[in-house]
Every structure is written in C-alpha cells, then in structure tokens.
C-alpha cells in the first residue's frame, strides 16, 4: 500500500492510495496505530485517492478517532469521496470525525 506524508509544518498530511478492502485495509489500520504511537499526533488523512474502503479500514479509522478524543483531539479527514462519505454516514460514525474540503483547512484547523 502506498501512503504519501506531506509535512505542513508541525502538521503531517498522509494520502492513501487506492481502494482499501481486505490486506490494503488492514495495513491502512496498523498505518494509524503505528502513527498513533508517535509523539506528533498532529496529521490528517487525505482520502482523496481512496474510492472505497471496508469495514477494516473504517474501524482502523474509528479506533484512531476514539484515540485522539481521549487526548481532547480529533481525526481530521480531507476530500472524502462520496462512497466513503456514505459509509462514515450509513454507519453513524461521522460525529467521530473533522471533515475538510481540502488539506490547507484541515492544516490551520490545528492553529
């Protein structure tokens, strides 16, 4: 699986890249948990480049987003295609999140 890390100053930007179902899932997932552990816990997930995902990488997700809100943060995603939006939606998990048009306004939403 590919990830793209764009630094915007104290603030990293991850793209992932293509659909996220089954190995590609659980990567994505082990992905957030791994960054998690780091001591930056300022990034956002550009889903610009991802057309669908399962229930793996949703809860990969979703367990980041519960991670972050016990340190008083939020999990900031940008471009979220209209699949996936369905799915953050349809399964009621969407309060859990930030949801940014484009990375430039989810970077200054840490100011």
Known sequence: ??????????V????????????EADKFAKFLAERLRSPNHRFVIDLSEVPYMDSVALEGLAT???ELEA????????????ACREIFELTGISPQFEFFE??????????
């Open 102 to 111: 484009d990375a430039e306004q989810a970077v200054r939403s840490f100011l």
């Open 71 to 82: 340190r008083s943060m939020r999990l900031r995603l940008v471009s979220v295609p209209p």
């Open 1 to 10: 699986m590919k990830i793209d890390r764009q630094s915007c100053g104290t």
């Open 64 to 66: 980041a987003a519960d």
């Open 12 to 23: 990293d930007v991850f793209t992932p890249f293509g659909t996220l179902v089954d190995e």
